[in-house]
């Protein structure tokens, strides 16, 4: 068992996962979505991106393009949700893109993680 293999897994299923839990709810209230639960997400893709750093492969690479995009996507949505806060008032349009880069970061995560079992069944043959 290589256990470089487990804990990056282990990362990026977890930021699928996280992701999922912040994204799955009502479309119209953040009140089902938790500030904190994006927070996690943003960290836990985060250390996803950096464990695919190191592989120089044309599949570590693609790993390495859906995980920046997953955290492109869920920094937006925290800094519009911030900006939204602190700045304006948070509408039905706010919401609505918060929700929507989550799950534009939750559909990243989705190639990433079927990637990564597909990597993972082909070096077993």
């Given at each position: 068992?290589?256990?470089?293999?487990?804990?990056?897994?282990?990362?990026i299923i977890l930021?699928?996962?996280?992701?999922?839990?912040?994204?799955y709810g009502d479309m119209d209230s953040l009140e089902m979505h938790s500030k904190y639960?994006?927070?996690?997400?943003?960290?836990?893709?985060?250390?996803?991106?950096?464990?695919?750093?190191?592989?120089?492969?044309?599949?570590?690479?693609?790993?390495?393009?859906?995980?920046?995009?997953?955290?492109?996507?869920?920094?937006a949505?925290?800094?519009?949700?911030t900006v939204a806060e602190y700045a304006y008032t948070i509408d039905r349009e706010i919401i609505g893109m918060i929700i929507s880069l989550s799950g534009g970061a939750l559909l990243a995560n989705i190639t990433s993680v079927t990637l990564y079992v597909g990597e993972t069944i082909k070096s077993k043959r």
């Open positions: 068992m290589n256990l470089d293999k487990v804990i990056a897994g282990f990362f930021a699928m996962t996280i992701n999922f839990g912040f994204f639960e994006l927070f996690a997400a943003i960290i836990i893709n985060i250390i996803a991106t950096t464990l695919k750093l190191g592989d120089k492969t044309q599949m570590g690479s693609v790993l390495l393009a859906t995980s920046l995009v997953a955290d492109i996507q869920l920094i949505a925290a800094v519009i949700w």
